[in-house]
Every structure is written in C-alpha cells, then in structure tokens.
C-alpha cells in the first residue's frame, strides 16, 4: 500500500494541526517526512533564542530541557515518546542559529527577505492530541 500523500508545504499548518500556538511573527519555512507517520514543520524569526524560550516556556507552562549549549538547543515535550510507533518525540523545539556569529538560518525562499533567520523553531506534534 502507497504511503498518503504529503501534504503541500507551502501551505502554513494550522495551531490545530500542530497542537501548540506559534510565535506572532514567526514564519513558515518548510515540513519534512519525519517517518513512522509524523512530520516535522520548521518556523524561522529573528526574535532572540532566549525569547522564545521564554515564549513557548510560558505558552506551554513547562520549563523545558537546554540539550545543547553550543550551539544552544532547547526543547519542549509535548507528549510521550513511544519508540515502536514514534521517530521523533513530540516536541517543540528551539535552536539558535546566530550562535558564535554565524549569519543565521538561510530563508529557504531565493530573494526573500530576511535572507536569514536568528532563530528556529521545529514542532513535532503529536500523533493523536486529545
């Protein structure tokens, strides 16, 4: 049996799809097959990595984990991860793409603007949110 289509990733998911409300002015980048039936969907802003952990902290009422201080990463669960049926936790997220100087995350649009992005913010939602 074929697998589903994937759905268009131009179009931006909704805060129903994902399960968690997004950033006001962060923007869609992209979805990926994330396999095992879950997608990951990429948001890109210039607001700092320490707002957004701020943000999502206070959204999601939990603290989170830092996983990397260099470059620094930090992330949120969603939900419990369930490795037979799971590929990747339901999460959100953030990673600091100016860290140490770098120039960022490249909008994946040519042209558009602004040609980078501070910071990233990736949600796996969950597979079933009740």
């Keep these: ?7 268009n990733t131009l179009d ?6 994902l ?16 396999g095992r039936g879950q997608r990951y969907y990429l948001f890109g802003t210039n607001a700092s990595f320490d707002d957004m952990v701020n943000y999502y902290g206070a959204v ?4 989170g984990d830092r996983v990397f201080d260099s470059p620094p ?10 490795k037979e049926t799971m590929a990747f936790p339901p ?5 600091n793409y100016v860290w140490s100087g770098a120039a960022g995350y490249a909008n994946p649009a040519p042209g ?3 040609s980078h992005y501070a910071t990233i913010i990736q949600v796996v939602p969950l597979l079933n949110p009740r």
């Design 12 to 17: 931006t998911p909704s805060e129903a799809t």
């Design 60 to 63: 999601l009422r939990e603290r």
């Design 19 to 34: 399960g968690v409300p997004i950033y006001p002015n962060a923007r869609y980048l992209a979805a990926y097959d994330a």
């Design 91 to 95: 999460s959100v997220t953030i990673k």
């Design 73 to 82: 990463v930090h992330m949120f669960e969603l939900g419990r991860f369930r």
């Design 1 to 7: 049996m074929a697998p589903p289509p994937a759905p």
């Design 112 to 114: 558009e603007q602004p």
